[in-house]
């Protein structure tokens, strides 16, 4: 057998909500090895989701020793990774002991439901107790505005402060290891750089602030946990991890096939497609399509607050004494995981594939619209309590029309999102570059650029989040000459065959479907019987 060759390459760690994968790439972007597996899903019950914070690992373990395996097969050595990074589902809460490092109970994935009394009752304490905001109580409308002053956010089941406290207040491990001061809090990029970073026996416990920034504890202004946030939610400061930065060195890994290779870089994964798409300056827009769909539109490093239901939220910070660069986010709840109900639950379609050729075999959905409200409406809506809804249905509704108003109702959804930051930010949109597993059909494509009236663009190389936190790991150390402050060094990066879908539909017929989805919608809303006033 012929001697590895060395080279220099960059490893991506993508934990998402279904899989893990990890990607070797080169300086180009150009994929050398690469490995993913699926992990568990727990539904305990109706509207709640769960992980096992111990079997994520496992496979994030199992995913680098397959992937580094395969690099040697053709011909690197493993040394040829320099630096990796981690990207990661957002909001996702983790809790564990800082005794053992061991997970205290399932991880409340970033989807589930089951808070909706926990936001009910805080949404009632702002309204009649308020918030301190620079050092003056507010209360009512002036209190929801406070909070989003000093978060960026609103109230939702979706953020981790809210599902942290459903878990102290509900499990009893969780609230002893509260009350004995032995809680470890984290979202999900915290956990694997625990225990990457050594787990107990180090202690490294650290989040990144774009992470942070999805959790309703952390300053956005200040970059800071704020204690008065811990106090509204009654959480004790020593669960908190230590924050840093997006790309910088926070240590070495501690074991297996990588062992030694410093991790440069942490990011949320849809901070990483913004930066894999390399949308770095402000007016960039990007789109990730995986179990929901994020559209996140780069603010540069201005603050801005939506008044259109959209959040304000960190985009990334190079080092720690990098001026945080900010994005509007829209979060869409559902658009990969209504083509996987149609397959799983209704039996419609026999792999998610399919979902093109059978929406592409009908000209029009027929008046038939699919509010994809599963749990709730996230932005621009923000209705914990609407529920999925199929409307327009006749004894002329085929299982085509319906596949064609699930794709529909990702891109109507997108429209939405769009539109609010328009207002928001004062400038219109050229054309809104695309990511994730959706985004390989091309009728998919086609129905977005038709229902949203703009030009979408796809890269061929679609693995954007994992390609995110490599870039952020790379300008770390200077791999490449990247610099994520200075994007001329990355206009080699993923450049090659991009495709761009324009619209077809004429104005009218847009905005006559455009009117029907907002009655849709509105139908859908407030629905929820689940909803504890």
């Not at 009350?179 to 650290?206: C, K, M, P, R």
């Not at 949308?279 to 179990?291: D, N, W």
């Amino acid at each position: 057998m012929s001697a590895l060759r060395e080279s220099e390459f960059v490893g991506s760690l993508d934990c998402g909500t279904t899989s893990t994968r990890f990607i070797i790439f080169d300086k180009h972007a150009g994929i050398i090895a690469q490995s993913q597996e699926e992990f568990p899903q727990y539904y305990p019950e109706p509207g709640w989701h769960e992980h096992d914070a111990t079997e994520i690992q496992l496979v994030c373990d199992r995913v680098i020793e397959q992937a580094v395996a395969k690099l040697e097969e053709v011909g690197y050595n493993r040394s040829s990774v320099k630096v990796i990074g981690v990207t990661n589902q957002r909001e996702t809460t983790v809790v564990w002991s800082r005794r053992t490092g061991k997970p205290l109970s399932r991880a409340i994935v970033w989807d589930d439901s089951r808070t909706r009394s926990v936001v009910t009752h805080y949404a009632h304490v702002l309204k009649t107790q308020g918030i301190e905001v620079d050092g003056r109580v507010r209360s009512g409308l002036d209190g929801a505005k406070g909070l989003k002053e000093l978060t960026g956010l609103p109230l939702s089941t979706y953020f981790s402060a809210i599902k942290l406290r459903w878990m102290i207040d509900n499990w009893a491990d969780v609230r002893q290891a509260h009350e004995s001061d032995d809680l470890a809090f984290g979202t999900v990029e915290s956990w694997i750089a625990y225990n990457l970073l050594g787990g107990v026996s180090t202690g490294q416990h650290i989040s990144e602030v774009t992470n942070a920034s999805r959790t309703l504890l952390l300053n956005i202004r200040t970059l800071r946990w704020d204690p008065v946030l811990l106090r509204f939610f009654g959480f004790r400061e020593s669960i908190l991890p230590r924050l840093v930065s997006t790309s910088e060195v926070y240590g070495n890994v501690t074991y297996g096939v990588l062992k030694g290779v410093p991790i440069g870089g942490l990011v949320g994964d849809q901070q990483g497609a913004l930066v894999g798409n390399k949308c770095l300056t402000q007016g960039e827009a990007k789109c990730t399509y995986g179990t929901g769909a994020f559209l996140l539109f780069c603010t540069g490093t201005d603050i801005v607050y939506s008044n259109h239901g959209l959040l304000s939220t960190v985009a990334y910070q190079v080092g720690p004494q990098g001026r945080a660069v900010y994005a509007l986010e829209g979060a869409i709840a559902v658009a990969g995981s209504a083509i996987k109900w149609l397959r799983d639950s209704m039996k419609m379609i026999k792999s998610a594939d399919e979902i093109n050729s059978l929406a592409r075999s009908v000209p029009s959905t027929s008046g038939v619209y699919f509010v994809t409200a599963f749990s709730g409406l996230l932005a621009p809506y923000w209705d914990p309590g609407a529920t999925g809804l199929l409307v327009g249905l006749t004894s002329y509704t085929t299982p085509a029309h319906i596949a064609r108003a699930a794709l529909e109702a990702s891109a109507f959804q997108t429209r939405a999102v769009i539109d609010s930051m328009k207002l928001d930010s004062d400038s219109d949109l050229a054309h809104l570059k695309v990511d994730g597993g959706m985004t390989n059909g091309d009728f998919a494509m086609e129905v977005l650029a038709d229902v949203g009236g703009f030009e979408v663009v796809r890269p061929e190389m679609r693995e954007s989040t994992a390609l995110g936190s490599a870039l952020l790991a790379g300008s770390a150390i200077g791999l490449f000459g990247w610099d994520i402050t200075r994007p001329e060094t990355l206009r080699g990066v993923n450049t090659a065959n991009s495709r761009p879908f324009k619209p077809q539909t004429t104005e009218e017929d847009r905005e006559k479907a455009w009117r029907g989805w907002q009655r849709a919608v509105e139908r859908s809303r407030g629905l929820a019987v689940t909803v504890e006033e």
